[in-house]
C-alpha cells in the first residue's frame, strides 16, 4: 500500500470523516486521484465501516440543521459506495415489451422497473437467454402478407398489438422520491395500486381451450374465427393470442363449459368471473381503445355476454365501441377487403375474418333492437357484401360468380341496389340467409308499435308482411323449416345457426300481428256482441288472428324438436329462450280468449303451454333468467277448468274431416302431413306429447271480391287478400266501435323484449306505469278513510307515519282467495268465530258489481297446489298445513272447500283468475304484467285474509308502484285484535284503508281518462 494511501487510513472516524474532504491537503487529494477505481472503493467502504464502530463517539447534535447536513451526508456517502446505475446490455422481458429502460444490479432480477411494479411483477421478471428466440416481441413484428387491402385498410386491422397471454400488469405511473421515513408506507401503496391493476389470473391453458370450443360449436357456430386456425394457434402458441378476446369470449360459452362451471362454483359465477376480467382489462390498458380486429371482437362478444346478463346499459356502449371501431376500420366498406391476386389462403382467411366481424357486429345490433331504436349503419352507406360459405372460410378461397359461390348482399345496401338479383341468390350459404333474416328481425323490431289503419295498402304492417312473404319464398330450400333440414344441420354442427334463421322468422311474423292482439280480441269481442258490427272489419282480424297462431304453432314445433335433439351440456343463444317463452305466452291466451283461434281447444293450448314450461325447465339450469319466465308460464298455464270448460261448449264445432286435419299448406305451397306422427321429407318423427296438429283453417267471414290488383298472401296455410280488407270506405261504418287503443297497451312485445333481455319478469313496464300515473295531490279525506284507531295511534303519527296515497284515475278491483274454506263449519279455515268476517263475502260482492258496472277489471287470485307430497309449497308448507286445502285431488280438496265461496263471487268471462301457491298475489304470477298491460294504477283490494294473503299483496302492489285501497269491510281475519292491527298497520305504513261505500263510489265510476 502507498503512503498516501496509509496517511489517509487513521483519520477514518465519524468525527474525522467531514474533515477529511474540507482540510486533506493537495496530496491527498492528488493521490486519490492517483488510485485505481477499486482501490477508491475500498478506503470508502473502510471509512463507512470505521464511521460505525463501537469505540466512536456519538456526534452531539444542537440543531435541525445539523441533522440535515448529516442525512445528506451520510445519503451522499451510500449512494457513492454504489456502482452507477446503467442502461443493461440485455433488458427483461417485461421491458423489452413495454420498450422502457430496463436498470437492474449486475444482471440480476427484478429489475427496478419490476420492482417498482410490485411484488406480483417483480415475481415474474427474468432475462432472456444467449439465443433464446425473442417471442415477447412477436406481437411488434408486422407480417408483410397482412397487408391485402390496395388502399392499406386491412393493413390497420391489427395495426394495434392486443394484450397478450402475459400476467403482467401495464407500467405503473412514476412515484415521488421516497425518505427514508416513509419509504415503508410508499411501497406498501404502490403494491396496493399495482394489484388492483393486475390482470386475473386465468385458469389453466387446457380448460381455456375447452371453453374456446365450447364458444365455436355450441353458441357462435357462425362466426368471425377460423375455428381450426384458431385453436391450434392458441394449442401451439399461446403466448399470441389476446386476453382480452379470450376473456370476451369466455364470458359466453363459460357457463356452458362444465370444467370452468366446477372450478368457480356455478354458471353464474363463472360467467361473473369472466365479465370481471374482461372488464378489468378494458379499464386497465390505454390501448385497449385503439382499433383493431382482435378489440372489435372483444368488445363485441363482452357486449353479447352483458346483454344476456341484463346489463343493458353497460352492454350498449360496448357494443357502441365495437360499432365505432368497426366504422374506424371501415368494416363496412367492401375495398377494405381487395385482395392481391397473389393473396394467400391465410390473407383471404383474415380478410373473411374481418367482414364476419363487420356482419355479426349489424346481425346482433339487428337481434337487441327495440321500438326506435336507431340502426349502427345506414344502408346507403354500407358497400360490403355477405361472408362466404363455411367451406370457403376454411380453406380459404375466394368466393365468386365463375365458381357458382358468389357472394350475396343485403337489401338495400350498395351492391344490392347496383344488382337487385344478390338479395336473391338461390345458392347464398347459410350465414347470408342468417344475416337477412335478423335484419328482418331488426325492421320488425323498430316498428313494434300499432297503426290506426293496418289493413291500408301503404301502412308499414302491410310493408312488412310483404317483405316477410316474398323473403320467405325466395330462401333456398335447406334454409326452410322442416325437421329433416334440423338433422341435416345438425350433422353439419350448425343446426343452431339455422334454428336461429327459422326461429327469428317465426318471431318476426309473430311480433307483426302480435302488438294489435289486444285489438283483435276487441274486435272479436264487439263482435259478439253486436249481430251488426261490420262483417268486413269483424274478418281482416280474425285472419290476422289466425295468422298470428299459425306462426305461433310452427314455432312451438320449432321449438319442441329443438328440445328433443339438444344434448345435454350444449350451448344455445338466448334467442331460443325467448321463442319457447312468447309460445307459452300466446298460448296462455287461448283459454281465456278461444275465438282467437277456434280449432286449437283450451285443453290443447294448455298442453302446448306445459310444453313451453317443460323446455323452459330444461334451460334452466344454464340459463337463470329463464326461471322466472317459467315460473311466470307456469301460473298462466292454470286455467279455470269451469271457464275452459264453458268456453268448450260455446265454441263446439263439428271435426274437420280426416283429409283436412291431416294436410296443411306450408310457407312454400306444399302440403306435408301432421297427426300423430309428422312425415317430413320422408323421415318419420314421433310428435311430442305437448305438440298440437296444425290445422287448416275455416274461410273467414265472407271478404269482398278481389279485385285482381293485390297479390294473395299465403301464411301459415291460410289465404289472405289483403286488397279484399280496405277499410277506407268504412270510417263511418260500425267499424268506429274499434277504437285504436293506448299505445302503451299495443305495444306489449317491445316491453316483453325488454324485460327478456334484463331479466325482469314484470316487462319492465313499471317505470311507463309511473310515468302514467296521475301526480295530482290526494284527494281523500277521512271522511272516506275506514275508522281505525289503535293505541300506538299517537306514536306513529308522531314519527310521520299516516300520510295519504290518494285514488288513481284507473282503478282495477282485486278478490283474494274468495272460497268456501274460509266461511264452511269445520273447514281448518273457518272464520265464522269472528262476527265481521262472516260480513265480508256479501261487501265483496258489492264491490265486484260496482266494478262491472263501471267497466272496471276485475281479477281474481286463487290457491292451488299439484304436487301429492306438496312440494311445490315450499316451506311454508312447514308452517301451514291448513295448505291441504287446495291441494288438488286432496280429501279437503274433495270436499269444495277450494270452490267460490258464492255464485256471486264466481270469475265472470272477461275476468282473470291468477293462480298462486304464496301468500302475495304478486308472487311468481302475471298479476302485476296483467295489472300494467291494462294500464291500471291504483289496485282495491278485497278478501282474506288480512293478516295474511290480503297483508302480503298490498305491500307487494305498493312495491310494484300500485296505489293499494284496502276495503275494511270486505276483508276478514280470524279475531278482531288481529283485524285492526293489520289494518291500522297497512293504513299507516302502505295503504290507505277506505270504507265500502267510497270504494263502490270510485268503481262505478269507472276510469277517468
Known sequence: MRADETAVLPGSTMSASPGLSQSAGTGTMTGSAAMGQAEVQQVRQVQMHASYQPQSQPQQLDSVAQVQALVQAQAQAQAETQPPRRRAGVACRRCRRQRTKCLHQQGQAPCDSCAAAGAAVAATCSFPTRGEKDTDRLFRRRNNGQLIGQDGLVSRLSSSPPDRMSTASPRPPPSPPQSSCTSTTSAAIITTATASTTAPSFPPHDEIVEGCKVFMSSYFQLGFLPKAVFLERLHRHPETASRFLLASMLTISSRFTPVLVRRYGSPAATTEFFLATARDMAAAHDNMYRPSLERTQAFFLLAIAEWGNGDRDRSSVHMGVAVRMAALLKLHREEAYVLPPTASSDQIVRAESARRTFWMIMSQENLHAGHMTPAPFAREDISACLPCDEADFAFGILPSAATHNERAALAGTLPALRRPELASLPNRCLFATLIQAHDLWGRVARCTASEPCPWEPDSSFRDLTEALRLWEDAIPARHRWSVWNLRGWCAESLHLAYLSVVMVVRLGNIVIRRIYLERIIKALDADDDDSNSDRTASAFWQTVSYDLFANVLELHEQVDAYARMRMRDEGFPAILVFCAYMCGSLTSYLGRHPRLCPHISPAEAQDMSRGAIKVLSELQPAWPTSAKWHQGLQQASHADAAAAAAAAVVLEAPPPSPAAAATRTNYAGETSTCIATMHDEGAALERHPFSVSVVQAPTPLPPRPWDGNTPRERNGGFEIVPGSFSLADNVNSSYAIFPPLDPFLDDHFSAEVTAFLGGDFQYGLLDMCRLRTSHTQPTQTRSTMAAITHEESASYAASGYGGRMGWGARPALV???????????????????????????????????????????????????????????????????????????????????????????????RDVVVKKKYPSGFFGTTLATELQCRNVDTVVLCGVSTSGCVRATTLDAMQYGFRPMVVASACGDRSKAIQEANLFDLDSKYADVVTEEDAVAHLKAGWKE
Open 815 to 909: 278478490l283474494i282467495d274468495m272460497c268456501k274454506a274460509y266461511w264452511t263449519a269445520g273447514s281448518p279455515l273457518d272464520l265464522s268465530a269472528f262476527a265481521e268476517a262472516v260480513a265480508v263475502p256479501e261487501s265483496a260482492a258489492h264491490l265486484v258489481a260496482a266494478a262491472r258496472a263501471g267497466g272496471v277489471p276485475v281479477l281474481w287470485t286463487a290457491v292451488e297446489y299439484t304436487d301429492a307430497d306438496m312440494a311445490d309449497a315450499g316451506l311454508f308448507w312447514h308452517k301451514a298445513k291448513t295448505l291441504a286445502v287446495w291441494q288438488v285431488g286432496g280429501a279437503l280438496h274433495r270436499r269444495g272447500l277450494a270452490d267460490w265461496v258464492s255464485p256471486d263471487l264466481t270469475p265472470g268471462p
